[in-house]
């Protein structure tokens, strides 16, 4: 049974920088895509950020500011979020899939979530 669990979260003043971490066990196999969505409140989860091996994507609103790293060997991904702004406000979701394809259409499985919160 796969299992994530992220950390990381929590308050900071907008323009400030933020680290999520996720670990996840009882994957079978090597390579798997892993990534971050969030979901803001009254809003659906979208993507954030993806990465497999050396491949990575960002959604738009992120770009430059966020970026995304992976330990294949540890099973581990982070998110560094920097220059965070009142819309990055958050719960923040770690998922994990076989490909990509299957992470953005957001068919992985998921953490519990951690709440990221910036102040104006």
């Known amino acids: 049974q796969v299992r994530l669990v992220e950390s990381g979260g929590g308050l900071v003043q907008a323009g400030g920088s933020l680290r999520l971490s996720c670990v996840a066990s009882?994957?079978?196999?090597?390579?798997?895509?892993m990534g971050w969505f969030r979901q803001a409140p009254g809003k659906d989860r979208v993507f954030v950020a993806g990465?497999?091996?050396?491949?990575?994507k960002y959604t738009d609103a992120v770009k430059g500011r966020f970026t995304i790293s992976q330990d294949g060997a540890r099973n581990t991904v982070d998110l560094q979020m920097n220059s965070l702004k009142s819309e990055d406000t958050a719960v923040y979701y770690c998922?994990?899939?076989?490909?990509?394809?299957?992470?953005?259409?957001?068919?992985?499985?998921w953490g519990q979530g951690t709440q990221v919160t910036v102040s104006s």
């Open positions: 990465i497999k091996s050396i491949a990575t």
């Open positions: 998922t994990v899939a076989t490909s990509m394809g299957t992470l953005l259409r957001g068919m992985g499985s």
């Open positions: 009882g994957l079978a196999g090597n390579t798997y895509a």
